[in-house]
């Protein structure tokens, strides 16, 4: 007889009249559950449900032979070990040892961290194709870069654009794949955290920055919390005046759907940009490991973009243009424009900062709500275990695709989808 063992959920689940019991153990001709009633075996089967990884499905059968060995009320919730006479539970039961063998590829325990961030990037971004050999395809696309945090708002007030944009490709190993005069258009400000997002008169003065450049400008707001309202509604009517005086127009990244009543009266300036905080998706750095994923990749890459009704709603409301992200699974596209943000893809975001919690508390679970922010992120990132593949950046945790960059293919098939737009998010 095979020693007690612990069988992970949902591996084999035992139920009895129509109800899921807890399994405790198992061995080869006996299991042991919990139920919070008092069960009657006199005249109910047990039903055995084993999971089976190549059908990524269950196979069911019914116990009719059995014997109650032992029974125990604890005051919460009734124990029974029960023996088990039935020679397919033993067969299934060894099968389910070999599988959870074969699994164990699968294990997501690593310890094993990076030396520093710096270290981190080499790994992710060196190793690139270089421009010549890609250059034909990527020129098919418009090219544009972030200015998204104080240090950047500073270095592209002082330098001029080409020389920024060479100073961030080579802070990430991209200097030789792509060329910085190739780069057309800005995005201003930060889609995750609304501390990151310039005052209005740093603001003004990027915009003027870029309009001189010969830039083409996206505002990239995030979230709007309800404190901030006003100086959003502010922040929006400032813009729109520069933009009247400078007789040009400017893209507005929407991320709260409340943002679209505050643009609605200024469309003949202000283009609404759908944002990837709204453009929903299940984004997990691990998700190539998930046993029977090719089953299901097809429902990771639709979301509710894919039904024509909710894009004839964004019409509506002057949004022509969504904003997508690479993340290990293709995107199914919408019929409007988009644009691909790459080789970081957002996983999660919070108002309150796990960054700051860990800075001030050593624990990143006692967060708040920051209202003086001290700026950690620019000097601290979160690492995580190599085999993550992610980190976390201000209050966002993030994942890293650098298959655009390694992958002539993807961007053949960019070519012939809605995308026209590569946002590099470094």
């Given at each position: 007889?095979s020693?007690?063992?612990?069988i992970?959920?949902a ?20 299991i042991?559950?919990?139920s ?11 039903i ?9 499905g ?24 029960i023996?088990?006479r ?5 067969l299934?039961y060894?099968g ?15 310890n094993?961290f ?16 270089g ?21 950047d708002?500073?270095?592209?007030l002082d330098?001029?654009?080409n ?24 995005y201003?400000?930060n ?19 870029a309009?001189?450049?010969k ?18 509604c502010?922040?929006i ?5 520069w933009c ?7 893209e507005?990244i ?6 679209l ?14 944002g ?11 998700t ?6 090719e ?8 979301n ?13 409301n ?17 019929i409007?424009?988009?644009s691909?943000s790459?080789?970081?893809?957002q996983?999660?975001t919070s108002q ?5 919690a ?9 967060q708040k709500?920051v ?18 593949k992610?980190?976390g ?6 994942g ?16 012939n ?7 590099l998010?470094?």
């Amino acid at each position: 007889m095979s020693d007690n063992i612990m069988i992970p959920p949902a591996v084999l689940l035992v139920e009895m009249n129509g109800r899921e019991l807890k399994l405790v153990n198992c061995t080869e001709c006996e299991i042991t559950v919990w139920s919070f009633d008092e069960l009657n075996f006199a005249n109910n089967s047990i039903i055995l449900k084993f999971f089976c990884v190549e059908e990524y499905g269950y196979s069911e059968i019914e116990i009719s032979d059995s014997e109650v060995l032992y029974i125990n009320y604890n005051g919460s919730y009734w124990e029974y070990k029960i023996k088990i006479r039935d020679e397919q539970y033993s067969l299934k039961y060894n099968g389910i040892l070999e599988q959870l063998d074969s699994i164990k590829k699968y294990d997501d325990s690593c310890n094993e961290f990076y030396d520093d961030y710096e270290s981190a990037k080499i790994e992710w971004f060196g190793n690139n194709r270089g421009y010549d050999a890609q250059k034909d395809i990527i020129n098919c696309f418009q090219q544009c870069f972030l200015v998204e945090n104080f240090d950047d708002y500073k270095m592209f007030l002082d330098m001029p654009k080409n020389e920024f944009v060479s100073y961030k490709l080579k802070n990430y190993y991209l200097n030789e794949t792509f060329l910085a005069e190739d780069f057309s258009r800005v995005y201003i400000g930060n889609q995750y955290c609304h501390n990151l997002f310039p005052g209005d008169d740093m603001l003004l003065k990027l915009m003027k920055k870029a309009l001189s450049e010969k830039l083409e400008i996206t505002i990239a707001f995030t979230y709007i919390r309800e404190i901030f309202i006003s100086k959003v509604c502010g922040t929006i009517d400032c813009i729109f005046e520069w933009c009247v005086k400078n007789d040009t127009k400017v893209e507005v990244i929407v991320n709260d759907w409340g943002m679209l009543e505050v643009l609605s009266d200024k469309l003949d300036r202000l283009t609404p940009v759908l944002g990837v905080l709204l453009n929903k998706r299940k984004k997990d750095p691990r998700t190539y490991r998930k046993i029977g994923l090719e089953k299901y990749n097809s429902y990771l890459e639709e979301n509710n973009l894919n039904a024509e009704h909710f894009c004839d709603f964004l019409k509506k409301n002057g949004i022509e243009r969504i904003e997508y992200e690479s993340h290990g699974v293709a995107n199914r596209y919408a019929i409007l424009k988009a644009s691909i943000s790459f080789p970081y893809y957002q996983t999660n975001t919070s108002q309150y900062c796990p960054l700051y919690a860990q800075c001030v508390n050593l624990n990143r679970n006692y967060q708040k709500l920051v209202t003086q922010c001290p700026k950690y992120c620019r000097k601290f990132a979160m690492m995580f275990p190599k085999n993550v593949k992610a980190i976390g950046r201000y209050n966002s945790i993030f994942g890293i695709d650098n298959e655009l960059l390694r992958n002539e293919g993807f961007l053949k098939e960019l070519k012939n989808s809605p995308v026209d737009r590569l946002v590099l998010n470094i």
